[in-house]
Nanobody, 126 residues
């Protein structure tokens, strides 16, 4: 599975962006898909994940709850991260990732994901 993340950019505090993660070679139906971010000098941080299958349960890190939403596109090979009420501390490179072996206890661990996109820069600044 090849993943490509896009949609990043420069936005003012309080603004919105929608990131896209496209899968090539396979759909996301059988994959749990997550978003991570990495700010300069910091470790890669879990942001959100959506479990595979019909349930599509979602989980978010506390700092983005109520502001970010992960969803699947109708075509089943795209996952979105809608980011609202952006803050300066959301500035980072955002990565999408997918895997089939993820369970609730390891969704926040990057090592649990098998495939990664190349990252897209999100900068929140006035």
């Amino acid at each position: 599975v090849q993943l490509q993340a896009s949609g990043g950019g420069l936005v003012q505090p309080g603004g919105s962006l929608r990131l896209s993660c496209a899968a090539y070679g396979q759909t996301f139906v059988s994959e749990t898909v997550g978003w991570f971010r990495q700010a300069p000098g910091k470790e890669r941080e879990f942001v959100a994940t959506m479990f595979r299958g019909n349930s599509g349960r979602t989980y978010y890190t506390d700092s983005v709850k109520g502001r970010f939403a992960i969803s699947r596109g109708s075509g089943k090979n795209t996952v979105y991260l809608q980011m609202n009420s952006l803050k300066t501390e959301d500035t980072a490179v955002y990565y999408c990732a997918s895997g089939r072996r993820l369970i609730l206890s390891n969704i926040q661990n990057p090592a649990g994901y098998d495939y990664w996109g190349q990252g897209t820069q999100v900068t929140v600044s006035s």
